[in-house]
């Protein structure tokens, strides 16, 4: 590279020359792509799939209600709605449409993405309502009557920011935003925190805490659960420690004295400790991974009594924890497969048992409970080849199931098998093989991430069905260090300067299944968005060789000046610190936008992401092309002007893009 950066224009997200730039591409892209034989059949295909109603509603309990967010064809920006779960027991529940958001996009001329909502406790009347401008992280906040299904007037409302919201009661809330000059950090995320009380200007706002502004963010939450109210204030000084306070009622911050890497979560009487590292206290050292429990009053003035609910081994791991009324739901990883317990506190103590019910290569997540009020919980579970199933259970009751997904693509004959790769340094990498009935040796797409403890599980997914396994081509999914397959020990493993254990997993990855006959180095592609662009970035210059054809979405890949462009300084704590001479030396060895060179054996890329990507700046992705173009690689390039870090803000728009991926790969993996 030029010791000058020859692209930085392109930085410009929403310059005139940028744009021109973008739409010259997006044109020769779609050109070369859409034309292709069967790119409308499968772009209708994924399109009637992402809208269809037989899909699972998915739902959130709140009250008597249970709360759904709906698109399809007629709906594509989307319904917030709800109906009783007598309702949604039946085929065609009776749906209550609080708001459109197509409509609303209509009334007020404005692209309107809906980004969720915070429903007041306990009686549910009110809500905050978070709506962002073409997918951005970005959002503007109104608040909602739930009653009255309309916004309140001169109620709670907030312009567009990276903000976080949360209520105290039903005349305050807690809110962080842009409140001016030095407000936010240098992530973009909020600096302050403040208590709003309902009628005064935000300008008069009482200051909660403050952090400084290399901070990653700063958020303050309310617990309102009656007989143990309270909020918590936390600090996060990197992306992976924060401080944690508790907020009494004079506003008097207590620190919750955990180690700044762990995670604390507080339900009822409880306090429970998530470590990252090994942590000795009250004279028994915990292990990195474990999960403590005690009483939260009991902790804060001083008492070190806790409790072990999980403690992780070579092949186990935490997944995560979901609290119904009187119970705790934890679920673990063995090997990358899910098994879950239910866990009781008693005059005799914590006594487990099993929560039966999920098969082998199908991963199960708690997507509801019912903490407030009993101990209903619900599960949605499934694997490479069966769809998703809802199901309804109470703790000590039965489990009956609600919903059942349709099969979108015919998986008949099927095989999934899991393998393990070495890597270079002798660390076995599992991954997961999905044939299709005599795919053995033909195209294969791999799939891997690796980074910020993002576990990959087996699951179904509707468009590398469509896209992929009903064409005939094999699908890997990979799971490399960096995730949180096997706990915080294996993510930290590839932290910082051991960033290449990340790409050496994912290359081992890549010649096992060649070693195996599973594909040839022409057949093989990969796919990875986000950190996983990065990922394939560096599969492009470092591995050229191993592959076939490369997809990189909303992709990282200036790894020079990542850190300046939106969110990026606060990934500094996975990737380093490029103004620090130390850390750039590690960066540069990979940084794939550095590394581009001539006369290389790169395998055709294709590379995808969006102008209203405000999390990871487009800048990197229309850079690394213009740089491969400048040194005579014929990369083709697509942006979306829409979608946010998604890539797509509805389904007509994910459609296309998602065609257009698997159309560039089956193109050239078939060769």
């Not at 942590?279 to 806790?306: E, I, S």
């Amino acid at each position: 590279m030029p010791a000058e950066d020859p692209y930085l224009w392109l930085e410009d997200v929403g310059g005139d020359d940028a744009l021109a730039w973008v739409r010259e591409h997006n044109a020769r892209t779609t050109a070369a792509l859409a034309s292709s034989e069967g790119f409308e059949t499968l772009r209708g295909q994924i399109k009637a799939a992402l809208d269809s109603d037989a899909r699972i509603p998915f739902v959130r309990r709140r009250g008597g209600f249970l709360y759904n967010y709906w698109q399809d064809a007629a709906n594509p920006r989307g319904l917030w709605r709800r109906t009783t779960l007598e309702s949604y027991r039946t085929e065609a529940p009776e749906w209550h449409v609080l708001l459109d958001v197509d409509a609303l996009g209509a009334a007020e001329g404005e692209n309107w993405v809906w980004k969720g909502a915070a429903v007041l406790r306990p009686d549910h009347r009110r809500a905050l309502v978070e709506l962002s401008r073409g997918g951005a992280d970005a959002v503007v906040v109104r608040e909602f009557d739930l009653e009255a299904r309309e916004f309140v007037p001169d109620g709670f409302e907030l312009p567009e920011a990276k903000g976080a919201v949360g209520w105290l009661d039903a005349d305050r809330i807690y809110v962080g935003t842009d409140f001016g000059p030095g407000s936010l950090t240098s992530s973009g995320y909020p600096r302050v925190v403040k208590e709003w009380r309902r009628g005064t200007p935000l300008e008069q706002a009482a200051t909660v805490y403050s952090g400084k502004v290399d901070d990653v963010w700063i958020r303050a939450f309310h617990d309102p659960t009656e007989g143990f109210e309270r909020s918590l204030v936390r600090r996060g000084v990197t992306f992976y420690t924060a401080e944690n306070f508790h907020r009494a009622a004079d506003g008097e911050l207590v620190r919750i004295e955990v180690p700044d890497d762990a995670e604390v979560d507080s339900h009822r009487e409880w306090l429970l400790v998530t470590l990252r590292t090994a942590w000795t206290v009250g004279g028994t050292t915990h292990p990195a991974g474990a999960l403590l429990v005690t009483r939260f009053d009991d902790f804060l003035a001083g008492g070190r009594d806790l409790t072990p609910l999980f403690t992780p081994d070579a092949h186990t791991s935490l997944s995560g924890h979901a609290w119904t009324r009187n119970h705790l739901i934890i679920t673990t990883l063995h090997d990358v497969r899910t098994r879950m317990e239910v866990l009781t506190p008693g005059p005799d103590g914590w006594t487990r048992a099993p929560l039966a019910g999920v098969r082998e290569f199908e991963t199960a997540d708690v997507v509801g409970t019912d903490p407030d009020e009993g101990d209903e919980y619900m599960i949605a579970s499934g694997g490479f080849t069966e769809p998703t199933e809802l199901r309804l259970g109470h703790v000590g009751g039965d489990v009956e199931v609600l919903k059942r997904a349709p099969a979108f693509f015919d998986a008949e004959g099927m095989v999934v098998e899991q393998h393990f790769a070495t890597s270079d340094d002798g660390t076995r990498i599992p991954y997961f093989v999905v044939t299709p009935p005599g795919a053995e040796g033909g195209p294969t797409l791999l799939y891997a991430y690796g980074g910020f403890e993002v576990s990959l599980t087996p699951a179904y997914n509707t468009v590398a069905g469509l896209g992929w396994l009903s064409r005939g081509g094999t699908y890997v999914v990979a799971n490399l260090r960096g995730g949180g397959e096997y706990g915080p020990e294996w993510h930290q493993s590839a932290l910082r300067e051991n960033r290449p254990r990340v790409y050496e997993d994912c290359a081992a990855v890549a010649r096992d299944l060649v070693a195996r006959g599973i594909t040839t180095p022409e057949r093989l592609g990969i796919r990875g968005g986000s950190n996983g662009g990065l990922l394939v970035g560096v599969m492009l210059t470092r591995y050229p060789e191993l592959f076939g054809a490369i997809v990189c979405q909303v992709p990282l890949l200036d790894m020079k000046r990542y850190h300046l462009l939106l969110a990026g300084a606060s990934w500094m704590a996975e990737y380093g610190d490029p103004d620090e001479p130390g850390d750039w030396e590690f960066l540069a060895e990979y940084s794939p936008y550095q590394n581009v060179r001539a006369g290389q054996p790169y395998p055709p890329t294709l590379f995808t992401t969006s102008t209203r990507d405000d999390r990871v700046h487009p800048g990197h992705a229309r850079k690394m092309v213009a740089r491969l173009r400048e040194l005579g690689y014929d990369v083709p390039y697509h942006e979306n002007i829409e979608g946010g870090h998604g890539g797509a803000a509805d389904s007509e728009q994910s459609a296309f893009m998602w065609a257009l991926a698997y159309t560039f790969l089956w193109n050239h993996l078939t060769k």
